[in-house]
């Protein structure tokens, strides 16, 4: 835009419609910055959110790994007692053999009514 200023009064209009021209360029300039502003508040509570979900994910992943190793843990504990308890058995039925074997000397000795 060309303006031509030849007396005060043009130089008063021209300065008057400058200002005008700057001011709006300066709307567009303040939408968008206002638009950035709230592109980076939505990005900002996007990665907030993000965030809380994998922190989420991450605290049950790692809540089924201690399950996990729980699980494990009683498993290997039930077959300790379950081998300790087959390992057992002889013991106790020779040990019954054995009263068995000491009540039937009794009744031997045991005289005849």
Same mark, same amino acid.
């Given at each position: 835009m060309v303006m031509q200023i030849n007396t005060n009064t043009s130089a008063s209009d021209a300065y008057r419609e400058l200002a005008a021209a700057q001011t709006s360029l300066?709307?567009?300039t303040v939408a968008i910055s206002?638009?950035?502003?709230?592109?980076?508040?939505v990005v900002a509570a996007d990665s907030v959110d993000f965030e809380g979900k994998t922190r989420a994910v991450s605290a049950e992943n790692t809540l089924?790994?201690?399950s996990r190793l729980t699980n494990s843990a009683m498993a290997e504990q039930m077959v300790d007692l379950t081998r300790? @308890?087959?390992l057992?058995?002889?013991?106790?039925?020779? @040990?019954?053999?054995a009263n068995q074997a000491n009540s039937d000397v009794l009744q031997l000795l045991r005289p005849a009514a």
């Open positions: 300066a709307q567009p206002s638009g950035l502003a709230s592109t980076e508040s089924a790994a201690a300790a @308890s087959i057992a058995q002889p013991v106790t039925a020779v @040990s019954a053999q």
